[in-house]
């Protein structure tokens, strides 16, 4: 077998991580010898924390797994899976809606580069309802989302967004 499928890619955006999240890294991460969380870096795109600031947030929940490795890139993903001998990219699908956009993305990809096979997890009906946009937007109004996001992330947005308030 391609020894490229033992390695797989998650990549996404983590702006910020929250519990739906970690729960399908570490079960991607339970899958393949080695996973590779990739934090988007697009130009085009504004988020609330910087790359280097998911990064460190990322590495520090995630550092007791010796098989995950927590990178930034800018480029296309498939770019990513190419240098890094990745052979799947794994992506979390919620609801249905999700699913539309996911799949024209899988098109586009394989499209860009056949040898990368991409697989979809479905979440875990716990964290069905979990998105960072939706998050970002409630923390801004004042609503606890201690459940929600691991308590380092609960922690960086409470003084993300006081500072903010000032
Ligand atoms: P979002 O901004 O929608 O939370 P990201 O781009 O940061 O998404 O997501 C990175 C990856 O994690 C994607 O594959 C996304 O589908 C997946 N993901 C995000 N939230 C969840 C969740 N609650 N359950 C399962 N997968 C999720």
Do not use: C, W
């Given at each position: 077998?391609?020894?490229?499928?033992?390695?797989?890619?998650?990549?996404?955006?983590?702006?910020?991580p929250?519990?739906?999240?970690?729960?399908?890294?570490?079960?991607?991460?339970?899958?393949?010898?080695?996973?590779?969380?990739?934090?988007?870096?697009?130009?085009?795109?504004?988020?609330?924390?910087?790359?280097?600031?998911?990064?460190?947030m990322l590495k520090?929940i995630l550092?007791?797994?010796?098989?995950?490795?927590v990178?930034?890139?800018?480029?296309?993903?498939?770019?990513?899976?190419?240098?890094?001998?990745?052979?799947?990219?794994?992506?979390?699908?919620?609801?249905?809606?999700?699913?539309?956009?996911?799949?024209?993305?899988?098109?586009?990809?394989?499209?860009?580069?056949?040898?990368?096979?991409?697989?979809?997890?479905?979440?875990?009906?716990?964290?069905?309802?979990?998105?960072?946009?939706?998050?970002?937007?409630?923390?801004?109004?004042?609503?606890?989302?201690?459940?929600?996001?691991?308590?380092?992330?609960?922690?960086?947005?409470?003084?993300?967004?006081?500072?903010?308030?000032?």
């Amino acid at each position: 077998m391609n020894s490229n499928f033992r390695t797989a890619m998650l990549p996404g955006s983590f702006d910020p991580p929250t519990l739906g999240h970690v729960d399908i890294i570490e079960r991607s991460a339970r899958l393949y010898d080695r996973l590779y969380v990739v934090i988007a870096d697009n130009v085009h795109k504004s988020y609330l924390f910087t790359p280097e600031e998911r990064l460190s947030m990322l590495k520090e929940i995630l550092r007791e797994h010796e098989n995950i490795e927590v990178v930034t890139h800018s480029g296309l993903v498939v770019d990513f899976a190419k240098t890094h001998k990745v052979g799947v990219m794994v992506r979390g699908v919620r609801a249905l809606a999700d699913f539309g956009y996911e799949f024209e993305l899988a098109m586009t990809n394989k499209q860009l580069y056949p040898g990368l096979e991409v697989l979809f997890l479905p979440t875990s009906p716990k964290y069905f309802l979990l998105r960072s946009s939706a998050i970002k937007e409630m923390a801004a109004f004042g609503a606890d989302i201690s459940s929600m996001v691991p308590p380092l992330v609960a922690e960086i947005m409470k003084q993300r967004l006081k500072r903010g308030a000032k």
